[in-house]
């Protein structure tokens, strides 16, 4: 990526080259490559920043300011004018205050940053903005009839969903597909559904089967290296759209773009998610520079979430644990009253698991670990003996459901002993014995089929009702039923769903230790 700035017109070029003026433009050394506008609000209070230090007030409160966005675990952004590092802006979690520092030589006492226009960044950059226009229409349009699958865009409320958007709309006529975790900033909700209404097109919003705070009981606060939230109030909801109203699957054009993090690096422009199986994602922006998003927003005049002019410098749930600390001060600003209900629900659970107010207030608990232990621990037996192993499990109306994904012939019977019923069940390599909530398993445990079984006890036993196992069917042959685990009786025994029950893209697998330990 090769970025530029254009001395003549005052504006960042996305590929080096001025298309308004002709010049090539000087290049950047950037600290990373997030170069943002900052809008009249944000310019606001940086002025106030400096003021407060210099006693002057050098943005001009109008137009926009170009930043360097900084990678931290809090917000950091460098002002740039002029092909310069004008001011550095910081935020300290520690003490919850902001700090500038100037970077050159007196700019701010002698000339006031001018600022750029959003029609000269639009018509600097105009040539390559056209370019990748075409390029991502072409390939909505071509994965619209390749696939034969129908086309969603996923719209998240933010600049990059509402671009996905437009392109979609010069190819074809898509709904939008608007996952409402109950965990976005209120102003994204009522943006969605306007958009919906002025475009004339139907919206999906979908909502997860599970309260977060419900499911936080179960699992823990969310932290960097353990987002069960992704999964249960985002991709469990359209999974189980999916298994209802698309068992074949679906194409999801999605604003994903390669410079936001070094994970989404590795993404390809047509890619699968491991968690959502049955929808092909396509990526139209996914060689999208920030400068790229921006020209196109103002070319097109795209209406823009009102968030951005607030100061939040990416659209999503609120206490995301990826988000900077500054993201809580602005929701805190906003929205008093989801911040105090958050903080008060880390502060409960640090409190029972040995954590202080600090730990609250400096954002540590985004940084929370697992014990790796507990993860590995999984469901002990009451008690193991030799081919012999016993468990005690919530629900083993739902373990016989599941079974029959084993693909394993097996022998089942019903019988009453006392009153009481009994399941005998036989197969080549294993019997099983089951009264009330006693399962009593027998077999080698080195068996292949055999370890199968004690994981899928597992998965019974912790299941926590999320969903998101629904769309691994491609029959919808996975349900819930009052928050249990069922497998229909239209079961095809294909072996699909086997990478949900076996390996990890279960919710239980993959963060057992948080849930356990919650």
Request: charged share 25%; with cysteine.
């Amino acid at each position: 990526m090769l970025l530029g700035w254009c001395r003549e017109c005052n504006v960042p070029l996305a590929d080096g080259f001025c298309y308004e003026c002709g010049r090539v433009g000087k290049p950047l050394s950037l600290k990373t490559e997030r170069l943002l506008p900052i809008f009249k609000d944000t310019q606001k209070w940086v002025n106030d920043l400096v003021e407060q230090k210099h006693n002057v007030r050098p943005l001009p409160e109008r137009d926009v300011v170009f930043i360097n966005e900084l990678r931290f675990s809090n917000r950091n952004f460098i002002v740039i004018e002029d092909a310069k590092e004008i001011l550095q802006v910081d935020f300290s979690g520690e003490n919850n205050r902001w700090g500038v520092k100037v970077l050159c030589e007196n700019p701010i006492f002698e000339d006031k940053i001018m600022g750029s226009k959003p029609r000269t960044v639009v018509k600097a950059n105009s040539d390559r903005v056209d370019r990748l226009e075409k390029l991502g229409s072409s390939l909505i349009k071509e994965c619209s009839s390749k696939f034969g699958m129908p086309l969603y865009v996923s719209f998240s409320g933010g600049k990059d969903s509402m671009i996905i958007f437009d392109l979609a709309l010069k190819a074809v006529d898509p709904p939008l597909l608007f996952v409402n975790t109950q965990l976005e900033f209120p102003e994204t909700v009522e943006f969605t559904r306007a958009v919906a209404g002025k475009y004339g097109v139907e919206l999906c919003e979908l909502l997860p089967r599970k309260d977060f705070f419900e499911m936080w009981e179960k699992c823990g606060p969310p932290a960097r290296s353990h987002r069960w939230c992704c999964k249960t109030n985002k991709f469990a909801p359209l999974n189980l759209f999916l298994s209802k109203n698309h068992p074949k699957g679906i194409v999801r054009i999605v604003g994903t773009r390669r410079w936001e993090s070094v994970m989404r690096m590795r993404q390809k422009v047509i890619d699968r998610n491991k968690w959502v199986p049955h929808s092909v994602v396509v990526h139209p922006i996914f060689e999208w520079t920030d400068v790229d998003v921006w020209s196109y927003m103002w070319k097109e005049k795209l209406p823009a979430n009102p968030l951005y002019e607030q100061g939040l410098v990416r659209i999503g749930c609120y206490p995301c644990p990826y988000a900077e600390m500054s993201r809580f001060e602005i929701l805190g600003k906003l929205h008093p009253e989801l911040l105090d209900n958050l903080y008060s629900h880390l502060t409960a659970w640090g409190k029972k698991h040995g954590y202080n107010e600090e730990w609250v207030k400096s954002g540590r608990w985004r940084f929370r670990k697992v014990d790796e232990k507990v993860r590995m621990k999984g469901l002990v037996p009451c008690t193991s003996e030799g081919d012999s192993r016993v468990y005690t499990i919530k629900d083993p109306q739902s373990f016989i459901s599941v079974l029959k994904t084993l693909q394993q012939p097996l022998d089942m019977t019903k019988v009453f002993v006392g009153g009481k019923k009994m399941w005998l069940i036989k197969s080549k390599h294993f019997s099983i014995t089951i009264m009330g909530e006693r399962v009593i398993v027998r077999g080698n445990f080195n068996n292949y089929v055999v370890n199968r079984i004690c994981r899928l006890i597992e998965r019974v036993h912790f299941c926590i009702g999320c969903g998101t196992c629904t769309g691994f069917c491609p029959n919808g042959n996975i349900r819930l039923s009052q928050d249990k685990l069922r497998i229909k009786e239209s079961c095809l025994n294909c072996g699909k769903c086997a990478e949900m029950l076996f390996g990890e893209t279960c919710v239980f697998a993959e963060y057992a230790g948080g849930c356990m330990n919650a």
